[in-house]
Every structure is written in structure tokens, then in C-alpha cells.
T-cell receptor
Framework: NAGVTQTPKFQVLKTGQSMTLQCAQD?????MYWYRQDPGMGLRLIYY???????DKGEVPNGYNVSRLNKREFSLRLESAAPSQTSVYFC?????????????FGSGTRLTVV | GQQLNQSPQSMFIQEGEDVSMNCTSS?????WLWYKQDPGEGPVLLIA?????ELTSNGRLTAQFGITRKDSFLNISASIPSDVGIYFC?????????????FGKGTKLSVKP
């Protein structure tokens, strides 16, 4: 089925380790986003890419980097994981930035940093 | 920055009951969206509203875009067990290169024990 695919689904890291969360969409969408979800906090934007070749910071970018590898793929990297980065991470995409129809979300990556 | 206040934070439902939740903002939005998140999944779009005063239905769900453009309401009629989950409102001002949904903190629907 068409949609947004995130890998891995689960990950446990030790403090200080690095890892990259992968996201790919097959809907030919221009814009892609990374959110984190914490209990009672809703969804907060980490980084977004309005179009291939551009990336911008969202509400909570500290401790993260992103790469828009091509139109399909948008990865999120944690260079030195901290326990505060324990969260559920969602990737989303939309036809274009500011699209009228909202975003399509992946099923999430559950990350625990110990 | 813009913030959305969503209420209630949680509620228990009994099958057959009607459910109401709302979202308010200190600033206006051009678009209001309602999402549902099932356990272990990402949010899925339920209803999108594009015009102040608009009332839109999707099956047993009805949502309204407030006249002031600072609020929105979601009603679920005759609830069933599969309505359980977290409902998020989201506001957006579309246009330009910065598309950014602002999310409420969610309303968690659970079944009454």
C-alpha cells in the first residue's frame, strides 16, 4: 500500500550512541516532516523539508540533524543520544508545504535511550 | 508561538454515547484538521475544515470550524468500541513555503469499565 514507511519500529540506545531513523514515502509528495510524540505533549515538529534540497528547523530541533536524501527519503539522525530523546518519532509527508489536505503519517519509531 | 488547547484531556465512553471535544487557539487558522491515533500507529486524518463556520461530517463524526477561526469542535455520535484512541486537533495556515501543522495535545478516549 502507498504511504510513509519508517524503520526501525523499535530501538534501544545507550546514552551517547548515534543512530539514524529512516523514512520513505511513495506518494510523490514534495514535503516531509519529523515529529516527536511524548505523553501529554502532543506532536512537536523537529525538522521539516518543504521540498527536495531544503530543510528547516521546527519547534524542537536541538540534538537532531536531518537529511533529505532525495524526494522519497528524509532521515533523522541523533548524533549523541540522551535519555531526554526517549520518545516516539513520526515521519509525515504532504504534497507540498502548506498543503490543504494535511499530512500522511508513518506508524512511528519507538526509541528508548538508557 | 501558536498553541492549541484541546479539551478534555481524556474521557471514558460507554457504547452508544455521544462524545464531544474541542480545540481553541489564541490565534486564527485557515485550516482545521482532526486526526485519530490508534495504539501503536501514526495519526490518521479524519476530517479537514477549510472555511469559517463550515460543518463537515464523516460517518458518525461531525466537525465544525468556528466562526472566529480560533476554535473547532469534533462530535462522535453513538460511540462504538473502535472509537477508542487519541484524537488530535491541528491548525494550519497554508501558503508559502512553510507548511506546519500545530497540534493540540490530544483527547484520549477510553471505554468505561
Amino acid at each position: 500500500n502507498a504511504g510513509v514507511t519508517q524503520t526501525p519500529k523499535f530501538q534501544v540506545l545507550k546514552t551517547g550512541q548515534s543512530m539514524t531513523l529512516q523514512c520513505a514515502q511513495d506518494m510523490n509528495h514534495n514535503s516531509m516532516y519529523w515529529y516527536r510524540q511524548d505523553p501529554g505533549m502532543g506532536l512537536r515538529l523537529i525538522y521539516y523539508s518543504a521540498s527536495e534540497g531544503t530543510t528547516d528547523k521546527g519547534e524542537v530541533p536541538n540534538g537532531y540533524n536531518v537529511s533529505r536524501l532525495n524526494k522519497r527519503e528524509f532521515s533523522l539522525r541523533l548524533e549523541s543520544a540522551a535519555p531526554s530523546q526517549t520518545s516516539v518519532y513520526f515521519c509525515a509527508s504532504s504534497p507540498r508545504g502548506g498543503d490543504l489536505y494535511g499530512y500522511t503519517f508513518g506508524s512511528g519509531t519507538r526509541l528508548t535511550v538508557v | 508561538g501558536q498553541q492549541l488547547n484541546q479539551s478534555p484531556q481524556s474521557m471514558f465512553i460507554q457504547e452508544g454515547e455521544d462524545v464531544s471535544m474541542n480545540c481553541t487557539s489564541s490565534s486564527i487558522f485557515n485550516t482545521w484538521l482532526w486526526y485519530k491515533q490508534d495504539p501503536g500507529e501514526g495519526p490518521v486524518l479524519l476530517i479537514a475544515l477549510y472555511k469559517a463556520g463550515e460543518l463537515t461530517s464523516n460517518g458518525r463524526l461531525t466537525a465544525q470550524f468556528g466562526i472566529t477561526r480560533k476554535d473547532s469542535f469534533l462530535n462522535i455520535s453513538a460511540s462504538i468500541p473502535s472509537d477508542v484512541g487519541i484524537y488530535f486537533c491541528a491548525g494550519m495556515n497554508y501558503g508559502g513555503s512553510q507548511g506546519n501543522l500545530i497540534f493540540g495535545k490530544g483527547t484520549k478516549l477510553s471505554v468505561k469499565p
